[in-house]
């Protein structure tokens, strides 16, 4: 028999092999097997949740460093004339653009690689560490997903379309926002052959 790893939670087989498991007493080498297999498939199905395709992060990510950019951008080019077109141009020539995306990046998911288990309870590991929440996509909400913030005493109010005021909401809008406005500004002043606020 085989002892299961402390770090591997006993989702599979019978409940008295899950309790011997979390007791830490001997367990069957194939039930060890299973409660193993059943760990990497949580594993790569909780990274493919996060930052795949429909996962929450991609879309909180482009949101932020759209923001960032699109308020950089055009500060820049009030103060200087450079159009968005050059500025971007310049930003991915020299390594700016992806500085800014692996920061905000590592500032989305650091909230998991920061929780305490002493005060926030949660299961999985790495950035896809969850809690239990039967009203979030596939019962898990990530420690991450600006959705799992608790707003209570922050302005704003609760409405049936989601909170307006400070809360993932407004955050979702404005990301968004953003991103249709970066994309928008360059293809206007590709056609106009200036910059959009100052020609």
Same mark, same amino acid.
């Given at each position: 028999?085989?002892? &299961?790893?402390?770090?591997? #939670?006993? !989702?599979?087989?019978?409940? !008295?092999?899950?309790?011997? &498991?979390?007791?830490? +007493? ?21 990274? #493919? +949740? ?8 991609? +879309? ?16 820049? *080019?009030? #103060?200087?004339?450079?159009?968005? @077109? ?15 995306? &692996? ?16 005060? @926030? ?9 969850? !809690? ?15 959705? &799992? ?7 704003? !109010?609760? @409405? ?11 955050? @979702?809008?404005?990301?968004? #926002? ?10 206007? *002043? ?10």
């Amino acid at each position: 028999s085989l002892r &299961a790893p402390a770090h591997v #939670a006993p !989702r599979v087989g019978s409940r !008295r092999v899950r309790a011997r &498991a979390a007791a830490g +007493e001997p367990i069957p080498a194939s039930e060890a097997v299973k409660m193993a297999d059943s760990s990497r498939v949580a594993k790569r199905k909780g990274f #493919a +949740e996060t930052m795949g395709f429909a996962g929450w992060a991609p +879309e909180v990510v482009n949101g932020r460093v759209a923001m960032f950019g699109f308020f950089t951008a055009l500060i820049k *080019e009030l #103060a200087t004339g450079e159009s968005f @077109t050059s500025q971007l141009s310049y930003n991915l020539t020299h390594g700016v653009s992806f500085a800014i995306i &692996a920061l905000v990046t590592a500032g989305t998911l650091a909230p998991c690689a920061m929780a305490n288990p002493n005060e @926030t309870p949660f299961e999985g590991s790495g950035i896809a560490k969850f !809690r239990p929440e039967p009203r979030a996509k596939a019962g898990r909400q990530y420690l991450c997903d600006p959705r &799992a913030v608790d707003c209570e005493g922050l302005p704003g !109010r609760d @409405t049936p379309l989601g909170r307006i005021g400070f809360g993932p909401l407004a955050e @979702t809008v404005n990301g968004r #926002a953003a991103m249709v406005g970066l994309v928008a500004t360059f293809v206007i *002043e590709g056609a106009m052959k200036h910059g959009l606020f100052r020609g």
